[in-house]
């Protein structure tokens, strides 16, 4: 998992497995959040938010979750595929703002 | 598909001297964005920027650094006298609103300050 602050972790999978990339935040002011995939030589690429009202939203093959109790946020791949190889990072808006703050990032490896 | 360009995709520069970043954001979007990331390191936000002027920045963003909307599609980022720490990859980004959450990302230029 990744939590903002600690070293880039590796999360290596096999291709069609279900991935999870999990996340700590710990501002309680946090109100929406980002899950962003960055490919190597890439800027960041939005992938799914949500908002603090929720506890759980869909996109396709992506599902993200939060629990603001202890202040989780994971990202679920379905059938991860090669192509989903890359870092992921969260981030988070607080208070309002419309500037994200990202985690450190974790390292998805999918093995054909 | 749109999407944001930047120039130079590398740049090396020497200790002391200036870089101009060149960002072209989304014809249609009207916030812009200069974020940037060391290496093996978290997306660092630097500034914002709306009708031609900055709307928020971070405290990275001290006085060596200057924005630019020069004209109706260029955003550019200057680094008046660049030091080693300043080594890093810059991101550009846009967005149509502010609170258009979702921001797209440029693939950056990496800058090497020597």
């Known amino acids: 998992g990744e939590s903002v602050g600690l070293h880039l972790p590796t999360l290596s999978v096999q291709e069609g497995d279900n991935s999870i990339i999990n996340c700590a935040y710990s501002?309680?002011?946090?109100?929406?959040f980002i899950w962003y995939k960055q490919e190597s030589g890439k800027g960041p690429q939005f992938i799914i938010d949500i908002r603090s009202n929720m506890d759980k939203r869909q996109g396709q093959r992506v599902t993200v979750l939060l629990n603001k109790t202890v202040k989780h946020l994971s990202l679920q791949i379905a059938a991860t595929q090669p192509g989903d190889s890359a870092v992921y990072f969260c981030?988070?808006?607080?208070?309002?703002?419309?500037?994200?703050?990202f985690g450190r990032g974790t390292s998805l490896i999918v093995h054909p | 598909e749109p999407e944001v360009t930047q120039t130079p995709s590398h740049q090396v520069t020497q200790m002391g001297q200036e870089v101009i970043l060149r960002c072209v954001p989304i014809?249609?979007?009207?916030?812009f964005y200069w974020y940037r990331q060391i290496l093996g390191q978290k997306v660092e936000f630097l500034v914002s920027?709306?009708?031609?002027?900055?709307?928020?920045k971070s405290e990275i963003f001290d006085d060596q650094f200057s924005v630019e909307r020069p004209d109706g599609s260029n955003f550019t980022l200057k680094i008046r006298s660049t030091k080693l720490e300043d080594s890093a990859m810059y991101f550009c980004?846009?967005?149509?609103?502010?609170?258009?959450?979702?921001?797209?990302f440029g693939p950056g230029t990496r800058l090497t300050v020597l």
């Open positions: 014809s249609n979007h009207l916030y």
């Open positions: 501002n309680s002011a946090s109100d929406y």
């Open positions: 980004a846009s967005n149509r609103l502010a609170g258009d959450n979702e921001q797209f």
């Open positions: 981030a988070e808006n607080i208070g309002g703002s419309y500037i994200p703050t």
């Open positions: 920027f709306y009708n031609n002027e900055i709307s928020e």
